[in-house]
């Protein structure tokens, strides 16, 4: 199932008089439940692109569908509802709230949209996310007091709170050592596995990349190509490859 | 619940930075706290004021008879005879917006003691109701005279501290007996310092005695000499019998002329030279001007259309003063509590302005988790409302506190207004919303890409 569609998407950004073209005419298909790593070198407009699939950002011209919504033609505040319930964030320097409680900065975004849910079960739900990538034990632990790793997987929970069917990061592991790091990939390749989430990831590490089942490498606003991992990891359950 | 969670976010958000959050708070409460003692010393100094004021004699009203006319020609004020001691005590006993009233006889006369002599400017013949009326109870020496000398027509009287000065130079005059046209008073007391009037007169160059003793032994006034209207004068040897000249019935046998000779009778005149009443406060003094009115134009059985005869001034120039005050200072502590609540939000703005720079990373994050611009712009509004409403109320305490403070250290009259507490949590409110909201419109104004990014 067709999960995200570009077709012909451009972004020319206004530099004064000059106009800089960004994304020169994109398209491209991901199906749900992929794990596809975006990468380029720097300048080659992966992160616009993030941005758009992300609908942080509209495109200049070209038409994007997500999950069957064309998203060029939603308002602001439909965008804000969408990115609520159908996407995650995970950032590269983790963007958590000091002096915030794990717990409550996993239930952070509930706070825009699930008005109908009672503390308890918000509570819950919280809890029942930190413990899915292992933080069960550090509930009402500060960022300040955890580790990269922790910090990123906090992320993760509160990226995931809302069940979204897909999950942005943003250089994941630009802030974290190689071990951690293999840690955080390796969530990501579970929660891929077994609950089924598209995962979008934007990395210049070849290394990170390589985590995932299918590569998307961009240059100078174009994508040079789209291939299946060298080495793919393991097959998403019911999909034959 | 939506509210409730919008507070508690923005309890948590301010919690994070504590030491921020009370200095923000900090200008609100001096602000508040400023604004409240402000009120409650001003509303007490006002109060205190409006009585040193209402002591000058702002609520006294002066009753005088009117007119006399006679063939065109009007002879002044105060020259009919219309005004007796029982319209007085009419008018104590039936309108209830005077608080006190006397009745004054004046006359001018050489006072003696000794081998010194002056004329004080006033020698009045009233009850000990004047004191009140004049707010001059407490005297410097002795006692004033009682109801009882009043009815008696006693030969006593009280001082002013001019007086005293000039006749007794430093001895004590209580006890002592001073001639006026050659009758003996004794002095019972000496009238506190009043000092000159708004006219420049000397209000302790005075005399104060028994009206019934000024009328009778002092004074010559008599409806032969002040209204010369009436055809007494030419009553030659005196009507004698009629012991009140206003009561129409006669107490003895019509004497003839012989008899009249013979047996001459002190007529007592009865009439007075004026009123002083006192109304409650000042904002009943146009009541109590009606309610004499209607008193005395029934007691003096005037028929509807038929002129007043009697009229009653009030202190116009010292109320116009009183008010005019009044106006001053409330402006004055207005103006004041408003510099201060806008210091106080100027305050709220710019920490407001420098919390959303600082957060711009959190906003981004926010928008990018779902956050609407609006969602942004009501924890931001909900956080300075939250910050002004808490500084409000710690205002509140330290204010009261303050004037409190004032009122036991330093004495100075203090008035406790809730007025004032209501209105500085609506403004405190207010003032968080107003201020609040250029910096939260900001906020949700960010764009998530560039938040995020924001170092």
Known sequence: MELIKLHGIEKTYQMGDISVPVLKGISLTIQQGELVALTGSSGSGKSTLMNILGCLDRPSAGEYWLDGVATSQLSTDERALLRNRKLGFVFQSFNLLARTSALENVAMPLSYTAEHLSDGEIKKRATEMLGRVGLADRLNHHPSQLSGGQQQRVAIARALINHPPVLFADEPTGNLDSRTSEEVLQMFERLNREDGITIIMVTHDPKVAAHARQIIRMDDGLIQNSAPASFPAQQPPGEPS | ?455
């Open chain 2, 1 to 455: 619940m939506r509210v409730l969670t919008t507070a508690r976010t923005a309890f948590t958000a301010l919690r994070r930075n504590p030491l921020r959050a009370m200095l923000t708070t900090l200008g609100i409460v001096i602000g508040v706290g400023a604004v409240i003692a402000m009120m409650e010393i001003g509303a007490g100094s006002k109060a205190a004021l409006n009585k040193s004021i209402a002591s000058m004699g702002a609520n006294v009203l002066v009753i005088r008879p009117g007119t006399a006319s006679s063939g065109g020609v009007s002879f002044g004020a105060g020259t009919t005879t219309s005004l007796t001691p029982l319209d007085c005590q009419a008018i104590l006993r039936e309108c209830p917006a005077i608080r006190n009233a006397a009745p004054m006889v004046r006359a001018r006369a050489q006072v003696v003691y000794g081998n010194r002599n002056w004329v004080p400017n006033n020698i009045y013949g009233t009850t000990p109701a004047y004191l009140d009326v004049q707010d001059w109870s407490n005297l410097a020496l002795g006692e004033p005279f009682n109801e009882r000398d009043v009815l008696n027509a006693n030969r006593v009287c009280i001082l002013g501290q001019t007086l005293a000065r000039e006749l007794f130079d430093g001895e004590s005059p209580i006890g002592k007996e001073i001639r006026i046209k050659n009758i003996a008073f004794r002095v019972t007391g000496v009238l506190s310092t009043k000092g000159s009037n708004m006219m420049g007169f000397d209000q302790d160059d005075v005399i104060l005695a028994p009206w019934t003793t000024i009328k009778y032994r002092v004074s010559g006034t008599s409806l032969a000499n002040v209204n010369q209207s009436t055809s007494s004068a030419t009553d030659s040897v005196n009507t004698l019998s009629n012991l009140y000249p206003s009561t129409q019935t006669s107490l003895y046998p019509k004497q003839s002329s012989v008899q009249q000779a013979n047996n001459p009778m002190p007529v007592r005149f009865a009439n007075i030279d004026h009123i002083m009443a006192a109304a409650n406060s000042a904002a009943e003094i146009s009541s109590a001007i009606d309610q004499i009115t209607e008193v005395l134009r029934e007691r003096h059985r005037l028929q509807a259309g038929e002129p007043d005869d009697f009229n009653i001034r009030d202190m116009a120039e010292l109320t116009r003063t009183l008010s005019t005050t009044t106006l001053l200072m409330t402006n004055l502590l207005l103006a004041v509590a408003m510099i201060s609540l806008v210091v106080g939000g100027v305050g709220i703005m710019n920490i407001m302005l420098v919390s959303v720079t600082e957060r711009t990373r959190e906003i981004g994050l926010r928008m990018a988790v779902g956050a609407r611009g609006r969602d942004i712009l009501r924890q931001f509004l909900v956080e300075a409302i939250v910050l002004c409403l808490t500084g409000g109320a710690m205002g509140i305490i330290l204010g009261h506190g303050g004037s409190l403070l004032v009122r036991y250290l330093l004495k100075w009259p203090v008035e406790t207004s809730p007025s004032a507490i209501t209105l500085a949590v609506f403004v405190s409110a207010g003032v968080g919303i107003i201020f609040g909201f250029y910096p939260a419109w900001k906020a949700s104004r960010l764009d998530p890409i560039e938040a995020l990014r924001y170092e």
